[in-house]
């Protein structure tokens, strides 16, 4: 709830991201999963990469070996996933809500498609609400992936932290570039402009070079201007903008804003110099040098929500703050942190251009808008850094298995023996044993709160 507060957005969005991180971690510490899965798409990027992005609801991924597009052996693997989730975190993905469907795709390759339901802190009535699994094995992996780190900004968060294999930034790029030419969904511009206007923007020639295999691989034109605008997804593009992203972000940037900046995208693709970086907003002040803001969304616990106003920074929107009791229209900058420990904003008011700093404790009220902006200074809001391509996919990528992460669960299909079914006499919540024993681990209830219980009873044995 603080963290939707946080954010402007519906709490059961927020509860869908908080489940999607506790399902990438059954997933990436799963053993037969985490070297043979690779973590793709808008929900990759908002978990792995980006601080103030869309919030997304789908897991997408390439799956390197096709004996795991199996219908059997995904529901097998998934109900211990879901065990294991329970266990860690208190969330229910009850096995009957567990679905996968295997069919040939347009390409005339398997695909798969899943559905996952789940009950969260949130325990709303009636049908639970479902994430969606789409794996696919006929995808192009031109680099090599990566081994991230999950952004996963609640309490609950596992000591190690949750990773994940993934698409690396210049192939997520390229691989959205391509999605765009070829079916020109809301979701595809949005992403590919947000990945561009960021300031860890990778060599152009890697991206094109990725971009050229997969329209190859996927027998497409590399895209232009002209091709995107002629396509007859064009006028739909733009009437389901709102539709198609309203409930993910905040607030929604018009789209003329990002339709406008496809064209510098496409030439900046083929080796156009983009227009020089603005300066930094002058600082005044005793500014602590060594203080950077935190690059992934949090609760700040102020009296305005923070985030709504880095959002709308990464997004080119200006701000409706009030402070001193009247309300200004601004641009925001940047963040920083004065040697005496308060955070300041430093904007500059939209109709006048004037640049000011604003103290964020003082702060009374801030909405984003849909009054965008040309940036006059660097936005700074969240660390940035550039980003460097990892090398040309080989035929074994090297990343080690979880197995010792996720050895204490014995999965369905896998036991040997009976297993017994011990209630928590405190909270309720149940757990798999592999031998009669009543004693209990320190874990969490069905909210996802410490329960005090270490005692449970035997509720049923399963052979």
């Not at 975190?89 to 567990?98: A, L, Q």
């Not at 969260?120 to 994430?131: A, V």
Request: charged content about 25%.
């Amino acid at each position: 709830m603080d963290f939707a507060r946080e954010m402007g957005l519906d709490p059961n969005v927020i509860e869908k991201d908080y489940v999607l991180g506790w399902l990438l971690a059954g997933i990436s510490s799963h053993p037969a999963l985490s070297s043979h899965w690779v973590f793709k798409g808008g929900t990759c990027l908002k978990k792995c990469f980006f601080e103030t992005y869309r919030f997304s609801e789908d897991l997408d991924f390439t799956i390197t070996n096709p004996d795991h597009l199996d219908q059997e052996f995904l529901v097998t693997i998934f109900k211990g996933i879901a065990q294991w989730v329970y266990e860690a975190s208190g969330i229910e993905m009850p096995e009957d809500r567990i679905h996968f469907k295997v069919y040939e795709n347009v390409r005339g390759h398997i695909s798969v498609e899943g559905r996952i339901g789940y009950r969260g802190p949130l325990q709303r009535r009636g049908d639970p609400p479902r994430i969606k699994l789409d794996l696919t094995n006929d995808e192009l992996l031109v680099l090599e992936p990566l081994l991230r780190e999950v952004h996963h900004p609640y309490s609950d968060k596992p000591a190690d932290g949750i990773h994940v294999l993934c698409y690396c930034f210049e192939e997520v790029f390229a691989e959205k570039l391509r999605a765009l030419a070829e079916r020109e969904r809301p979701r595809d511009l949005y992403d590919v402009v947000h990945l561009y206007q960021h300031d860890m923007r990778p060599d152009f020639s890697i991206v094109m070079a990725t971009l050229e295999k997969k329209c190859s691989f996927k027998g497409i034109a590399v895209p232009t201007l002209k091709a995107l605008e002629d396509r007859p997804e064009r006028a739909e593009l733009e009437s389901e903008w709102k539709n198609m992203l309203a409930h993910q972000l905040p607030t929604l940037p018009p789209f003329e804003n990002f339709w406008d900046e496809v064209s510098a995208i496409l030439d900046w693709l083929h080796g156009a110099i983009p227009a020089e970086a603005p300066v930094h907003i002058p600082i005044r002040g005793e500014i602590d040098a060594a203080w950077r803001p935190p690059a992934m969304a949090q609760p700040w616990h102020f009296a305005v929500p923070l985030e709504i106003i880095r959002f709308a920074a990464s997004n080119r929107l200006c701000v409706d703050l009030e402070y001193q009791r009247t309300w200004r229209l601004i641009e925001p900058y940047s963040l920083r942190k004065t040697r005496d420990g308060n955070l300041l904003l430093f904007a500059v008011k939209h109709e006048t251009g004037e640049s000011r700093s604003y103290r964020v404790d003082r702060i009374q009220g801030a909405k984003a808008t849909s009054v965008s902006f040309v940036p006059k200074y660097l936005i700074e809001l969240t660390p940035s850094g550039a980003v460097s391509a990892p090398p040309l996919i080989r035929q074994s990528s090297g990343f080690k298995t979880s197995e010792q992460r996720f050895s204490k669960l014995a999965y369905l299909g896998q036991r040997l023996g009976p297993a017994y079914i011990i209630q928590c006499s405190y909270c309720g919540k149940r757990f798999n044993r592999k031998a009669y024993v009543t004693n209990l681990n320190p874990h969490k209830d069905k909210q996802g709160y410490p329960c005090p219980g270490r005692t449970g009873y035997l509720v049923d044995t399963k052979y």
